[in-house]
């Protein structure tokens, strides 16, 4: 399973300490991150937990 994000906030700045994502070239408002699922269901209950504490999430076929 796989899963994507696009982390995109005009109040982050260039001051913010990214060193991932700023070592790969890309801007300080963009970052990795990375889970496991054993399942579909899983990934739905990540999804989910996810929502509650006021996450967007957008689901892409």
Known sequence: LMAF???HD???DDERSISI???L?????SNHI???AESVDDLHAKRDRLLEYGHEVTEID
Do not use: I, N, Y
């Not at 070239?25 to 408002?29: D, I, R």
């Open 5 to 7: 994000w696009e982390l």
């Open 10 to 12: 005009e109040r982050l």
């Open 21 to 23: 994502s700023r070592g």
């Open 25 to 29: 070239g890309l801007p300080s408002w």
């Open 34 to 36: 990375a889970f496991g």
